[in-house]
């Protein structure tokens, strides 16, 4: 986690934010089968065929995130120094992400994808004339509604999927940022 927050240039605590809320989404939408198959191997879950490994980001999304990084002309492109953190080494690169995302002994490329996913969107904000980078609510409700979502204004609300947690309602936005202020973790 520290590995990929460096690299990204985000903190470790705003990558641990998206992760805390990502397995409690999955923990509490399907609780029986989290208790059955992840619980006693004490791992994180890793998502679904839809969404991939412990941050649970999707296939589409992790390819838009390798090609911000590349595209100098897009708003979330994030400078030359960044430009090959998601290289690939095979000829398979299907293969090469899923494995990248999902490495149950290994999470720094689910961190790494993550920490990008949240800076590219941090650049575009900024670009855009409005800094987000201590708004931990926004920039985990742009994590959790995607690039085609993320639409910088002066007065963004927190918002997101709906979780219910012990009977109360939170967005992902506001979950995200009630763990990144607390001192849960330490």
């Avoid at 992790?62 to 595209?71: C, S, V």
């Avoid at 961190?111 to 201590?134: C, E, H, P, T, V």
Wanted: charged share 20%.
């Amino acid at each position: 986690l520290y590995r990929a927050a460096s690299a990204s240039g985000v903190s470790p605590r705003l990558i641990a934010s998206q992760l805390i809320v990502e397995q409690l989404r999955m923990f509490n939408s399907d609780r029986e089968s989290y208790k059955k198959f992840f619980a006693p191997l004490k791992i994180l879950g890793s998502q679904t065929q839809f969404s991939w490994g412990v941050m649970g980001i999707k296939r589409e999304t992790a390819i838009i995130i390798e090609k911000n990084l590349k595209d100098t002309s897009s708003p979330y492109y994030l400078g030359q120094q960044y430009e090959h953190l998601l290289d690939f080494h095979t000829t398979d690169i299907e293969n090469e992400r899923f494995i990248k995302m999902t490495d149950q002994h290994d999470h720094y490329g689910s961190y790494l994808y993550a920490g990008l996913y949240l800076r590219q969107f941090m650049q575009q904000w900024k670009s855009a004339g409005f800094d987000i980078s201590n708004r931990p609510e926004i920039i985990a409700t742009l994590y959790n509604v995607g690039f085609a979502n993320s639409r910088p204004k002066a007065e963004p609300q927190s918002g997101g999927a709906m979780i219910p947690i012990n009977g109360q309602m939170w967005s992902f936005g506001s979950l995200a940022a009630s763990f990144y202020n607390s001192d849960e973790l330490l």
